[in-house]
Nanobody
Framework: VQLQASGGGLVQAGGSLQLSCVAS????????MGWYTQAPGKQRELVAT???????NYADSVKGRFIISRDNAKNTVYLQMNSLKPEDTAVYYC????????????????WGQGTQVTVSS
């Protein structure tokens, strides 16, 4: 599957952005979809995930400000980012995770190309 992320940009602190991630196949094939960030020299960190049953999980730093959602018919996952802070500045990566019989019950991750979010103070 290929993941195409978009929606990043430059915004002032307190502003909003909506990221989109369009998958080339059905997102229902995956156990969860999510957004992660990665700083230079560090591992990718979770921002938010949403399961195939629409259960959500958020990093503490974004709870109450970001909302992850999905449109299965459009094979798209969204990240609504509100009340943005300069510390939210990062490249945001879309993720699709499968864990089941065909992966030997290990996590099989697919990543999009990343979209830059820059929040100015």
């Amino acid at each position: 599957v290929q993941l195409q992320a978009s929606g990043g940009g430059l915004v002032q602190a307190g502003g909003s952005l909506q990221l989109s991630c369009v998958a080339s196949g059905s997102i229902l094939d995956f156990n969860a979809m999510g957004w992660y960030t990665q700083a230079p020299g560090k591992q990718r960190e979770l921002v938010a995930t949403i399961t195939s049953g629409s259960g959500t999980n958020y990093a503490d730093s974004v709870k109450g400000r970001f909302i992850i959602s999905r449109d299965n018919a459009k094979n798209t996952v969204y990240l609504q980012m509100n009340s943005l802070k300069p510390e939210d500045t990062a490249v945001y990566y879309c993720n699709a995770r499968y864990k089941g019989y065909y992966s030997g019950y290990r996590n099989l991750d697919y990543w999009g190309q990343g979209t830059q979010v820059t929040v100015s103070s």
